[in-house]
């Protein structure tokens, strides 16, 4: 059913005559616009949004921006750490592969030394054995009767050998106590001979032979509380010694002292020596400033040239104070300093199933202990305790110095013959001399080098988004053309559709050369959507011809830009869908695309407030377009 409805009565009958008939359907789409004068889509006033996949690009795009930056820091501080922690792990590894080189060269070095000096102490009895045999063979004399020639002479070639620079050496010969008197004569008469012998090859000018011969002691002594005092029974005195000369802080010589009785420790290693015919090593630390740290050490002299004979006997032993210090000198380099050695003393205990317990497992009081640190070929003494940086425990290196073999278990309860063990320990001080700024420099190179790839990253960044914001501005400007002509929901199917459905050889014709023969000729499905009940507004000028024909130009586009702006304006305000104006006609259809159910009364009120706003209009530009402007009518039709 067609309905027309005007302003004025008389414009009944064109408004019947402009109006389009035929059916209720309108169909709606791409393919139904035409006319280079084609306007339609979202009116002016309504706020331009851009695409929702412009902004989700955008924030991606931004995301992605600190993804990649908090990437790239997070990979250069860890690969600086990683940098810094290698070289430091690297230096670290370096110390302590060196500190182990230097640690194994001492403990080597040092032990083979002791082991030689024990070897050459066994000789040097053996010898001392043989020459005795081979005199009293001569002169039918027996110990203890006995000097040992050129004493100064030999023990200086010993020292040589074994490396030890001035040793504490003595020989004493045993003496029964029938052999006492006879003893006490033959060491005044021998005395002064070994005294001018050493004198004169040691280079000893504080004293004379004959004034060391006026403080030695005519018999067998001991000191003790009591002061001086002779001894009786079975004696072991000193009688040669090295370096001749008066003790430091003694009056006297220590020529005839009884050596057993003197000192403990000198009596239980004697003993031991006793039992094992072999030597016997005891541990002295410092209790008066006579005394040094080290080992007491008693080598016995056997009676005869065969000293492995089973029936062999004990006729002297050699008495010697060692102080180890003076092997762990002259064994590293100068600059290789800061090397703790601990020298551990330790009888290990017989455990009930007659094993020996490890001297590791004793407890610090049944250990005796002595510090050293070693500076390249010079070491110092540093206490009687352990004194090494506890910090190095675990880099630790320890091995036996001195084993002298003896079965513990055939000692008597309470004697034992001590291991000798070193620990040796770095210190700061070494380590930090493998300590440089490489891991510094290289981490300032890797940050560096971060850093200029951030920056390159940055700039490249910056390029393209300069570019991708003037390609985006471009785009939303064509977006809102598109809008401009097209309602969202037609303008979003474009979009979705784009590049689909496109025919392959990419030509417009179909198969048969003919134009537009085929759905996708002209590269695109088209978009046609049937709308089955909408209603039409048709509105065109009355007199618009005659009006146009006296009027410039530009007052045609005013009076139509106005008035159809003002239309689109009411369009929008009633959900009027504007589907194109041609020359003076303006078409709109109300139910497309949204559908509604009273879409003829939306249209009607669509039409009755064009016809408002036209003679609002008219009068408004009557004083820039002319008097005659407001004689201008608006006609209408609605088609439903």
Known sequence: MRSFTSHKSQNTQQSSQGSS???????????????SESRSGTPPQQVYVPPDVAKREEASVLRARWLVAFILLLAAAGVATTTNLIVRQQERSDFESQFAGYATEIITVSGSTANQFFDALDSFASSIGAQAAAEHALLNTSWP?????????QIQKLAQLTGIRGPYVGIAPIVKEDEREQWDKFAAEQNPIWFQESIEHEGYTDHTAQELFNVTIPFT?????NGLRPVTGE????????????PPGSPIMPTNVDALLSSQTTAEVFRIANITRSPAIGFTLITREAVFPGSQIVQPIFDGANTQAEDRKMVAVILMQIPWLDYFKNLLAEGEDGIFVVLESACPKLLEDGTLSATKNLTESERNIITYRVDGPDAVLLGQSDLHDSGYDDLVVTDVFVDLGIDQSQLPEGSCVPVLTLHVYPSAELEEKFQTHNGIIYTGVVIAIFAFTTLVFLLYDYSVGKRQRIVMDRIAKQDKIVSDVFPTAIRDRLYENQGKNLVEDDQPFGPDGTFGNTPNA??????????????????????????SSAREPHQVFILLETLYGAFDKIAYRHGVFKVETVGDCYVAAAGLPEPTDDHAVVACRFARNCLKKMKDVTLKLEVSLGPDTSDLDLRTGIHR
Request: proline letters at 7%; charged letters at 15%; a negative charge.
């Open 21 to 35: 008939g035929g059916g209720g359907e309108s169909r709606s789409g791409s393919e139904s616009r035409s006319g």
């Open 145 to 153: 009767f006995y000097r040992v020639p050129q004493w100064s002479v």
């Open 221 to 225: 002594y001991t000191i003790d509380e």
């Open 235 to 246: 004696v072991v005195p000193y009688f040669q010694s090295y370096p001749v000369g008066l």
């Open 522 to 547: 002209l590269g695109s499905a088209p978009l046609a959507d049937l709308f089955p009940s909408v209603t039409l507004v048709f509105a065109d000028l009355v007199g618009f011809t005659a009006w």
